[in-house]
T-cell receptor
């Protein structure tokens, strides 16, 4: 039973560029949430996708956008990258109605130079 | 709003006990606990859904005081494998808000 997978593992981008991160949820899960984790901090909620729609959003600018596909996989897009966007981006999947027990992927380490 | 965790860090010897506290200024309907080891993803430990509920995972247990808007995580007879950063999370309207974490170091 495959867990949550994310790609790529690491990424280095330049300020102003755009990036797309990908996530495949755990088998049987239908909900995907994205988090940003800065060094030494707890994960910060970016948004959650369910039934291909954004269901809830945290305090992140519109530069952060996402998408969920019919197979429940998801993408996180960040435009006009800033140095402060450097962080570990975590994807978590869950099953709606399961009290939101979330399974996290290994994350994508994004470095903006 | 993020829950507040204390202490920020704790160092234990194997076999010792520790308590991690999590509090919120907003009403709590559920509390989630996760552990993250260095360089790894957070791993789900337990959810407490009702006030007064207590749960356990290995020798790690937690309690939830709904009235005080607090939860505590108890590490009993700690093992080396308990080292990591523990996060509490509060759930509201599909959004899980995590505290800043408590780093636990267990030494032999």
């Amino acid at each position: 039973d495959a867990g949550v997978t994310q790609s790529p593992t690491h990424l280095i981008k330049t300020r102003g560029q755009q990036v797309t991160l990908r996530c495949s949820p755990k088998s049987g899960h239908d909900t995907v949430s994205w988090y940003q984790q800065a060094l030494g901090q707890g994960p910060q909620f970016i948004f959650q996708y369910y039934e291909e729609e954004e269901r809830q959003r945290g305090n992140f600018p519109d530069r952060f956008s996402g998408h969920q596909f019919p197979n429940y996989s998801s993408e996180l897009n960040v435009n006009a990258l800033l140095l402060g966007d450097s962080a570990l981006y975590l994807c978590a999947s869950s099953l709606v109605g399961s009290s939101y027990e979330q399974y996290f992927g290994p994350g994508t380490r994004l470095t903006v130079t | 709003q993020q829950p507040v965790q204390s202490p920020q860090a704790v160092i234990l010897r194997e076999g010792e006990d520790a308590v991690i506290n999590c509090s919120s200024s907003k009403a709590l309907y559920s509390v989630h606990w996760y552990r993250q080891k260095h360089g790894e993803a957070p791993v789900f430990l337990m959810i407490l859904l009702k006030g007064g509920e207590q749960k356990g995972h290995e020798k790690i247990s937690a309690s939830f005081n709904e009235k005080k808007q607090q939860s505590s995580l108890y590490l009993t007879a700690s093992q080396l494998s308990y080292s990591g950063t523990y996060f509490c999370g509060t759930h509201n309207d599909y959004k899980l808000s995590f505290g800043a974490g408590t780093t636990v170091t267990v030494r032999a």
